[in-house]
């Protein structure tokens, strides 16, 4: 079965530039959306189409997606973006879930 | 606006059938490109998708649980329903269920979420 693999954990301090990768075989064939949950709290979408954003969320928030690796960009993190984010994939009528990517911001 | 709620029982006996109910508003399941799915989270654990289904009655479910899973719709009372059968402690979750568009061939996604519903499975 399809799997998509991210690292347990990102830190960046304020300000900087966070980069989470999900990582799957010729996953750029593949969209791909990203979630980002809040402890305590329902996932959000952030990302979908591998580059596009909801309206609402920010423009600090970027996406791409090439060859087996898709980026979540976090330009300018914040205090508020500290949160475990997900990637997802449909892979054979069935949708993925990356492991999950916990964001440290300090 | 669109919004989702789930509900269902807080507490399951093992080897019992867990039926879990998404109400929703602000769209109909039955117009094209909505689809609404089932999503779980087990404590400290990664979500995990569960089940589909779209406005033209298809259904796709977990490869792992896909024999255990029903997923239905009722669009007269804006609802989906999930029944899982036979649960154990491992089914001790969070169920989400969340609007999820096709935008694009191969393109779901789930725009909105509810906050979930608790499930515990304990004798």
């Known amino acids: 079965s399809y799997e998509l693999t991210q690292p347990p954990s990102v830190s960046v301090s304020p300000g900087q530039t966070a980069n989470i990768t999900c990582s799957g075989d010729?996953?750029?064939?593949?969209?791909v959306c990203w979630y980002q949950q809040v402890s305590g709290q329902s996932p959000v979408l952030v990302i979908y189409?591998?580059?596009k954003r909801p309206s609402g969320v920010p423009e600090r928030f970027s996406g791409s997606n090439f060859g087996t690796t898709a980026t979540l960009t976090i330009r300018g993190a914040q205090a508020m973006d500290e949160a475990v984010y997900y990637c997802q994939a449909w892979d054979s009528n069935t949708m993925i879930f990356g492991g999950g990517t916990k964001l440290t911001v300090l | 606006q669109v919004t989702l709620r789930e509900s269902g029982p807080a507490l399951v006996m093992p080897t019992q059938t867990l039926t879990l109910t998404c109400t929703f508003s602000?769209?109909?399941?039955?117009?094209?490109?909505?689809?609404v799915s089932w999503v779980r989270q087990s404590p400290g654990k990664a979500l995990e998708w569960l089940a589909l289904?779209?406005?033209?009655?298809?259904?796709y479910y977990s490869t792992s649980l896909k024999t255990r899973l029903t997923i239905s719709k009722d669009p007269s009372k804006n609802q989906v329903v999930l029944t899982v059968t036979n649960v154990g402690p491992v089914d001790t979750a969070t169920y989400f269920c969340?609007?999820?568009?096709?935008?694009?061939?191969?393109?779901?996604?789930?725009?909105?979420w509810g906050k979930g519903t608790t499930v515990a499975v304990s004798s």
């Open positions: 010729k996953l750029g064939d593949k969209y």
């Open positions: 189409q591998d580059d």
């Open positions: 969340a609007r999820t568009l096709l935008v694009a061939v191969g393109d779901y996604h789930m725009d909105v």
């Open positions: 602000g769209f109909s399941v039955i117009d094209d490109e909505m689809c």
């Open positions: 289904i779209d406005w033209d009655d298809d259904k």
